[in-house]
């Protein structure tokens, strides 16, 4: 079994920051790709920014200059560090990592519970 558990976010004003965590526990023997993803009210989720077991990112253009994804594999622990928030990053944020629970397992999606990110004056 594998647990998710995201934190840190809530509300904030425009300009403000968020920092988002997803920390995995359980049967792992390895995480490869981790992403997050979000979904605002009425649209479909969008992947948000990724990042590889080798430490390479991509993100949306609309993310780009004021997120980023990093990853602490000693802790199983992916963040978001959001700054120069908009209203329009406003969205229940999803973490997923790819995880190999064995070493003759395939690789498997796990997500997370899913956090609330408001950005409101």
């Known amino acids: 079994q594998v647990q998710l558990v995201e934190s840190g976010g809530g509300l904030v004003q425009p300009g403000g920051s968020l920092r988002l965590s997803c920390a995995a526990s359980?049967?792992?023997?390895?995480?490869?790709?981790m992403g997050w993803y979000r979904r605002a009210p009425g649209k479909q989720r969008e992947l948000v920014a990724a990042?590889?077991?080798?430490?390479?990112?991509n993100y949306a253009d609309s993310v780009k200059g004021r997120f980023t994804i990093s990853r602490d594999n000693a802790k199983n622990t992916m963040y978001l560090q959001m700054n120069s928030l908009r209203p329009e990053d406003t969205a229940v944020y999803y973490c997923?990592?790819?995880?190999?629970?064995?070493?003759?397992?395939?690789?498997?999606?796990?997500w997370g519970q899913g956090t609330q990110v408001t950005v409101s004056s």
């Open positions: 990042i590889t077991s080798g430490g390479s990112t």
């Open positions: 997923k990592l790819v995880i190999q629970t064995t070493s003759w397992a395939y690789d498997d999606d796990y």
């Open positions: 359980g049967s792992i023997f390895s995480i490869n790709d």
